[in-house]
C-alpha cells in the first residue's frame, strides 16, 4: 500500500510541485479535457505524463463510462470500442490501473460544500436537502412516491425554512458538477437527461454494467490492466436515478459476473461508509484480492439518509480495522478530500480537494499504515 495524490492537471489549484512537496508516490490524475466517449491518444497521455515532471501516474481516474454505454443505446457498441482503445493506449504507456464509475447522469453528489466543523470546512450531503431539493425545486414526477411519510413531512417543514440562497445554492451544487463530475446542468436539461432511468429498472441497469464488463474486462486482462470501479456516492438513489454499487451484496454480484482479477474495486470508505448497513473492515477482507485502488476518507452519518464528512481517522468508519487486511498489498491510495485548513482558506481550490487538509490526512494515513505495519 502506497500514498498517491489526485492531480486535476495544469488547471489544477494546486501545482505538480505542491503535489510532490506532500510525499505522495504516485499521482491519480486523467484527461479530463477529453470529450466522454473519445479515445485518448496515445500523444495526449504522453502529455499528461509530462507535466508530472516525473511523478509516476499511478492511477487513471477515471475513463468516465459514456451515458450511451450505461443506456445500452444504439451507439454502444462503437463506444465500447472507444474505451478498449483508451485501455490499450493506457497501457501502452505504462499505466496499469483505471478507476472508472457506474453512475447515471451525476456523479458524487453534495447539496452543500461549506458546513462548518471545528478546524475548518467540510463537504456534506444532508438527506433533507436532497428530498427538498427532489419534490419542490426539481419537481420529479412520482418523486414523494420514494420517501416515507415523516421524511416527506419533514422535506416540507425544511423546505419552508430554506432562504433563496439556501435554494440556490443547493441547485447549484447539485447541477453544476463537482470535480471529476463529468457535466453539468440546467434544471431544464437535467430533466431530459433524467427522463431515460424512468424506463430503466435497476435489474436491466445492471445488465448494462455486465455488458460494459464483458466487454471491456478480457482486454484488460490482455492488457495487464486493473480496472477499478467507484462506488455509489452517496450508495442510495438519487432523484431516482438507479445506484448498484452500494452495498456488500452488490460488490460480490459485481465481481461475479466477470470473474477475473482485472475486473476490480475501488474501496471508497467514505462512499461505502455512509450507508449505516455497510460493514466496512468486513468488506476489505472479503474482497481484498479484487481491490485495486483505494479511497481514505471518513463520514459521520445522520438521520434521513444524511452524513457529513470528518477527518480521516474521526468518524463511523473504522480505519484502521479496514487498512488492516491490506497492507501487504502493493496498492495505490489517496487521502479523499480534506478540510479547508491555513493558507487553503485564503486561494481557491476545488471543493473537497485541498492541499494542506488532504497533506494532513495524507500524513494520518502514513501514520496509522506505518503504525499498524510495525505490529502486524
Request: net charge negative.
Amino acid at each position: 500500500m502506497y500514498p498517491t495524490w489526485r492531480w486535476y492537471g495544469p488547471n489544477d489549484p494546486i501545482t505538480i510541485d505542491e503535489v510532490k512537496a506532500t510525499g505522495a508516490q504516485g499521482a491519480v490524475t486523467a484527461l479530463h479535457h477529453v470529450k466522454n466517449g473519445e479515445v485518448w491518444s496515445r500523444p495526449a497521455i504522453q502529455q499528461r505524463k509530462k507535466e508530472l515532471d516525473g511523478l509516476p501516474w499511478s492511477v487513471v481516474e477515471s475513463v468516465p463510462v459514456h451515458e450511451g454505454i450505461k443506456q445500452n443505446m444504439t451507439e454502444a457498441p462503437s463506444l465500447l470500442e472507444n474505451y478498449k482503445a483508451c485501455i490499450r493506449n493506457l497501457a501502452a504507456e505504462g499505466i496499469n490501473t483505471i478507476c472508472y464509475n457506474f453512475m447515471p447522469v451525476l456523479d458524487w453528489t453534495r447539496t452543500r460544500l461549506t458546513v462548518p466543523v471545528t478546524g475548518g470546512t467540510t463537504v456534506a450531503l444532508y438527506g433533507l436537502d436532497l428530498a427538498a431539493f427532489d419534490l419542490f425545486i426539481f419537481k420529479r414526477e412520482g418523486a414523494e412516491k420514494d420517501y416515507p411519510a415523516d421524511l416527506l413531512a419533514r422535506a416540507q417543514e425544511h423546505w419552508e425554512t430554506l432562504t433563496k440562497a439556501d435554494k440556490e445554492e443547493i441547485t447549484d451544487n447539485m447541477l453544476k458538477g463537482l470535480p471529476g463530475a463529468e457535466e453539468s446542468f440546467t434544471l431544464e436539461s437535467f430533466r431530459k437527461v433524467v427522463a431515460p432511468y424512468r424506463q430503466i429498472s435497476r435489474s436491466v441497469f445492471k445488465d448494462n454494467l455486465r455488458r460494459f464488463l464483458e466487454a471491456v474486462v478480457p482486454v484488460a486482462e490482455e492488457e495487464g490492466v486493473n480496472l477499478t470501479i467507484h462506488p455509489d456516492d452517496p450508495p442510495w438513489p438519487v432523484v431516482g436515478l438507479p445506484r448498484i454499487v452500494s452495498t456488500h451484496a452488490d460488490l460480490a454480484e459485481l465481481l461475479g459476473m466477470v470473474d477475473a482479477t482485472a475486473n476490480g474495486l475501488c474501496l471508497c470508505t467514505g462512499s461505502l461508509g455512509a450507508r449505516g448497513d455497510n460493514d466496512l473492515p468486513a468488506m476489505a477482507k472479503a474482497f481484498a484480492d479484487r481491490i485495486h485502488f483505494l479511497h481514505f476518507r471518513n463520514v459521520t452519518k445522520g438521520p434521513h439518509a444524511s452524513f457529513a464528512e470528518s477527518g480521516h481517522l474521526i468518524g463511523d468508519v473504522d480505519m484502521a480495522a479496514v487498512m488492516r487486511p491490506l497492507l501487504e498489498r502493493n496498492i495505490p491510495y489517496r487521502p479523499d478530500h480534506g478540510f479547508t485548513l491555513l493558507d487553503d482558506r485564503k486561494r481557491r481550490t476545488n471543493p473537497g480537494y485541498s492541499l494542506y487538509g488532504r497533506m494532513k490526512g495524507l500524513a494520518e494515513l502514513e501514520g496509522l499504515r506505518t503504525g499498524l505495519s510495525a505490529v502486524s
